[in-house]
């Protein structure tokens, strides 16, 4: 869906930093909204969705187990 969202996992990305999950969210929000910035009446609404994407992104992050070693993140 989003061909620009890199993957945030190790091996693929050594390094994640808060800005890199925040991006990945922003860009998920645009996408599914049509809404590169949205308008002032739905400002809140969007960023509220940012927010809430970028938390369920860094637990994804912290919970997943790849090959059989926890995942390591930057948060």
């Known amino acids: 869906?989003?061909?620009?969202i890199k993957t945030l996992r190790p091996p693929m990305?050594?390094?994640v930093e808060d800005d890199d999950i925040r991006a990945?969210?922003?860009?998920?929000?645009r996408k599914v909204s049509g809404f590169r910035a949205p308008a002032a009446h739905n400002r809140?609404?969007?960023d509220?969705?940012?927010d809430a994407v970028t938390e369920a992104t860094r637990r994804l992050l912290?919970?997943?187990e790849v090959r059989?070693?926890?995942a390591r993140r930057a948060t």
């Open 62 to 64: 912290a919970e997943l």
């Open 48 to 50: 509220q969705a940012v």
């Open 1 to 4: 869906m989003c061909r620009s």
């Open 68 to 70: 059989g070693a926890r």
């Open 24 to 29: 990945a969210a922003l860009q998920y929000v």
């Open 44 to 46: 809140v609404a969007f």
């Open 13 to 15: 990305t050594e390094q």
